[in-house]
């Protein structure tokens, strides 16, 4: 259920005509809606995957700035296994909510609107937009002003409805000049075409780059295709795009409408980056739409769909600086009580994505090990990381992604065992990009806090390179929360 707080509060809106569209004024946007995070980089190596969020319409829970009272609204926080982000809507200009774009530049990954025109009332306003070179031009312009003024990153650019020959013509220069004016504003900015029209002004989904729709991606950064391809369409797609594979992003409909989606997404991107294409997922709140109102079933689904996209969509952590502390209280951007220091503050709900902080978490669930969220007890904010090893030892080697170098360091975890097991033994197993792996035993265990939490500290001495953190211990049966980390 939606939040019952009232809409006074700040919230990012779309724009619904192209009037409103030809009259924005930069100086008048709020600065409370506008992220001041800047996108960082991180490093990407093979196929790029995009997420594409359409969840009932858009603009709910996360449109409001300082986010709700209802902390089982949906929530990602998988941001190590994507690059890109697209909030998605049907309204004619969807500008992506701050929480949203907070959340994702803070993670490496870039936050993208969307521009989507349909149907016959679509072609009108196609009609006016791309009646002139010059009519294109402002109104890329305008886009482009947008996207700086609320500091996102781009756009998907979806025309589903016909065109006149002067429309395909005049939208051509639009795309070119979006381009243009986007990265002269933001060297980094994504401009990507949605495959629905083709070079002729049909509305004719091709599935693939064909002599119908490359004219379009050569005028953009890249282009994201519908659903419904097949392997040849693939392989004919190979054959036109040498040298920009990661530039065609290959769409997959969660819903499975047209394609293998749902838990069988992974089948499809293998596929995909066998061929060394993008991946361009289409609302994968499927998770959440189809465990509502069970938020703890929402995490159950999320966790197992992002598992088994481990494979081809890999963690890409953030380099982090060498010289400061990282430190994690495992916000995911929701809580249902308030600690501090392990105490009880409050039972207040909340959510906001634009408090979430966690690493790449590998949410295991076998027989032997599962590692899930807490939200009924933590250390320092609402929510910790579980980890329950049933009747076995735990040796878990990939646990959390960090991208980091740590030489003469402490690095400290807080925690305890919700049954009183000794952690005495509790190692750290670090293994760098290479595989090397360290194992770090505890120098110093001492009570912090209340409520039986536990500050771990292992000395690093040599130069380690972490990509991986895991835990390993000889006691059976744990039952771990994870509070706080400080590498």
């Known amino acids: 259920m939606e939040t019952t707080e009232c809409v006074e509060k700040k ?39 995009l997420v594409c969020h359409d969840m009932e319409g858009g603009y709910k829970d996360d449109r ?32 992506p909510p701050y929480m949203w774009v907070n959340v994702c530049h803070r993670n490496g990954v870039k936050a993208l609107g969307t521009f989507i025109t349909e149907w016959e009332h679509g072609a009108s306003s196609c009609r006016s937009m791309f009646d002139t070179p010059e009519t294109a031009i402002h109104y890329a312009k305008k886009l482009a002003e947008i996207a700086c003024a609320y500091n996102f990153d781009g ?4 025309i589903e ?35 629905a029209v083709t070079k002729e002004g049909k509305l004719e989904w091709q599935d693939c780059v064909s002599d119908l729709n490359s004219c379009f991606m050569e005028c953009c950064d890249g282009i994201f295709l519908n659903y419904t391809w097949t392997d040849w369409k693939l392989k004919l797609t190979s054959d036109l795009c040498f040298g920009r594979f990661k530039d065609v992003y290959v769409g997959i409909d969660v819903w499975a409408r047209g394609c293998l989606g749902k838990f069988e997404c ?12 993008s991946v361009a997922l289409f609302a ?29 969509c890999t963690p890409k952590p953030l380099e982090l600086c060498h010289n400061t502390d990282y430190v994690t209280n495992f916000s995911f951007g929701f809580g249902k009580k308030d600690f501090k220091y392990g105490f009880l503050l409050s039972s207040k709900r909340w959510y906001n994505l634009a408090k979430q902080d966690v690493p790449f978490i590998n949410f295991i669930k076998s027989d032997q090990t599962e590692v899930c969220i807490a939200d009924y007890q933590a250390f320092e904010g609402s929510t910790a990381l579980q980890i329950i090893s049933a009747d076995n030892c735990l040796c878990l080697e990939k646990l959390l992604c960090l991208n980091v170098t740590r030489k ?40 912090i806090g209340g409520n039986h939490w536990r500050r771990l500290v292992f000395q690093i001495e040599e130069e380690i390179q972490f990509y991986w953190i895991g835990l390993k211990s000889d006691v059976i049966g744990l039952d771990l929360l994870i509070g706080q980390l400080n590498v």
């Open 64 to 95: 409001f700035v300082d986010g709700t009272d209802n902390p089982d609204f949906y929530n990602f926080y998988h941001w190590a296994q994507i690059d890109s982000f697209v909030y998605f809507s049907h309204h004619l200009v969807t500008i």
């Open 161 to 195: 409805n016909i065109l006149s020959a002067k429309g395909v013509e005049n939208i051509q220069i639009f795309l070119q000049h979006l381009t243009f004016e986007s990265k002269t504003l933001n060297t980094e900015s994504l401009i990507l075409w949605y495959d």
């Open 408 to 447: 003469n360091k402490k690095v400290v975890l807080v925690c305890k065992d919700r049954n009183g097991l000794n952690i005495s033994d509790l190692n750290l197993l670090i293994t760098s990009k290479d595989g090397t792996q360290h194992v770090l035993s505890q120098v110093q265990n001492l009570f």
């Open 284 to 312: 994968p709140a499927w998770c959440y739409e189809q465990t509502k109102p069970s938020f703890c079933n929402f995490l159950l689904y999320n966790n197992k769909f992002w598992n088994l996209l481990q494979p081809t």
């Open 11 to 49: 919230h990012t809106s779309p724009i619904y005509n192209i009037e409103t569209l030809s009259q924005f004024d930069s100086t008048k946007v709020d600065p409370d809606l506008v992220c001041h995070h800047d996108w960082k980089s991180k490093t990407i190596n093979g196929s790029k995957v």
């Open 155 to 158: 756009w998907l650019i979806n």
């Open 266 to 277: 992974h089948v499809s991107t293998e596929k995909i980056t066998d061929y060394g294409f």
